[in-house]
Nanobody, 127 residues
Framework: QVQLEESGGGLVQAGDSLRLSCAPS????????MGWFRQAPGKDREFVAA????????YYADSVKGRFTISRDNAKNVVYLQMNSLKPEDTAVYYCAAAEGVQSTVVVIRWYEYEYWGQGTQVTVSS
């Protein structure tokens, strides 16, 4: 069983940056594909970014492309989401997720393909 814990959320102003972290407990996650999703009040959970377990492949939602960067450090057992040029519409609870049994260069972008989820961290961007 993999338990994920997000950190790094907070309240910032438009144009600011934040870096979210996700660390698993229970086992190393170096062979898991990882992703970030977000959910704003009254909206469905949406895909944000994904990274293969090798780290060689990444994929982004159009809404964050060029502003957000997903990365991972398998030696430290952590995945990051660097968020720059934040906008009020980025306000949401951000969740990290892990998928197992995926080839090393494959990214996973559908929420139902992820087996493990964190509890989420709130990001609020004021205008």
């Amino acid at each position: 069983q993999v338990q994920l814990e997000e950190s790094g959320g907070g309240l910032v102003q438009a144009g600011d940056s934040l870096r979210l972290s996700c660390a698993p407990s229970g086992r190393t996650f170096s062979s898991y594909a990882m992703g970030w999703f977000r959910q704003a009040p009254g909206k469905d959970r949406e895909f944000v970014a994904a990274i293969s377990w090798s780290g060689r492949s990444t994929y982004y939602a159009d809404s964050v492309k060029g502003r957000f960067t997903i990365s991972r450090d398998n030696a430290k057992n952590v995945v990051y989401l660097q968020m720059n040029s934040l906008k009020p519409e980025d306000t949401a609870v951000y969740y990290c997720a892990a998928a197992e049994g995926v080839q090393s260069t494959v990214v996973v972008i559908r929420w139902y393909e992820y087996e493990y989820w964190g509890q989420g961290t709130q990001v609020t961007v004021s205008s």
